[in-house]
């Protein structure tokens, strides 16, 4: 998932940024409200965690300006201020959350958890394909009970793929909801992934579930077939 942190002081920012990817979130930052806005408005974010005070723009014009483009991406918002009034005009807003600052990552993370799952259409912590289970909150993926670890990057590759399964996602697809926005789209870097993914969740022998779409992209499913051992499958 894609997080976007609008925060202008730099060691809050950069404390968010390590927590978040550490949780395997795909986490751009952006330090004053115009840039941040730019970003929410040309990119797919999952979520905001959107400070107040902002130079350039301050989040509350961030935030009507996102909700007046129609975006309806989840956003929390972040301030140093915290009484009623504040909190209550943020939430009248748009704002899916409020938290006061000085805050806990643990509780930043937990409130990002619930806001993702209250815009998800199913409220799992965990989603399955075939043999394979991945933990949403563990970060950890299972094949036969086998615990299968991921970096932030394949984690992140690996639960598009499955939100998405049976659906043939587009290489561009893919990179706008797992890549950072300044990525190189002519970059072979999305097969390189899924190849790696591949030989983590695919063992010989196994049902593959990834299935390669000549052209196009991937798409995920409870089964494609067994490995014969000669390689990539294609599909028409
Ligand atoms: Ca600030």
Request: aromatic share 6%; net charge negative.
């Amino acid at each position: 998932m894609r997080i976007l942190v609008i925060e202008d002081e730099r060691k809050v920012a950069s404390f968010i940024q390590r927590g978040l990817e550490e949780e395997r979130y795909i986490v751009e930052t952006a330090a004053d409200g115009e840039l941040g806005l730019d970003l929410a408005l040309n990119n797919h974010f999952d979520a905001i965690v959107l400070d107040v005070m902002l130079p350039k723009l301050d989040g509350y014009a961030v935030l009507q300006a996102i909700r007046g483009a129609g975006k309806v991406t989840p956003v929390i918002m972040l301030t140093a201020r915290s009484t009623t009034e504040d909190r209550v005009q943020g939430l009248d807003m748009g704002a899916d959350d409020y938290l006061a600052k000085p805050f806990h990552f643990e509780e930043l993370a937990a409130r990002l958890r619930s806001i993702l799952r209250r815009s998800s259409t199913e409220k799992t912590t965990r989603l399955t394909c075939g043999e394979l289970s991945l933990d949403l909150v563990t970060h950890f993926a299972y094949r036969n009970e086998k615990e299968i670890e991921l970096t932030t990057k394949e984690y992140a590759l690996l639960e598009y793929l499955m939100r998405n399964k049976d659906r043939i996602l587009s290489r561009a697809m893919i990179m706008q909801h797992v890549w950072k926005h300044n990525f190189d789209p002519e970059s072979n870097i999305i097969d390189v992934y899924i190849k790696r993914l591949r030989q983590k969740i695919e063992k010989p022998g196994q049902q593959q579930l990834i299935q390669s779409v000549r052209g196009v992209g991937y798409r995920m499913r409870d089964a494609v077939g067994i490995d014969d051992g000669t390689g990539d499958e294609d599909v028409e």
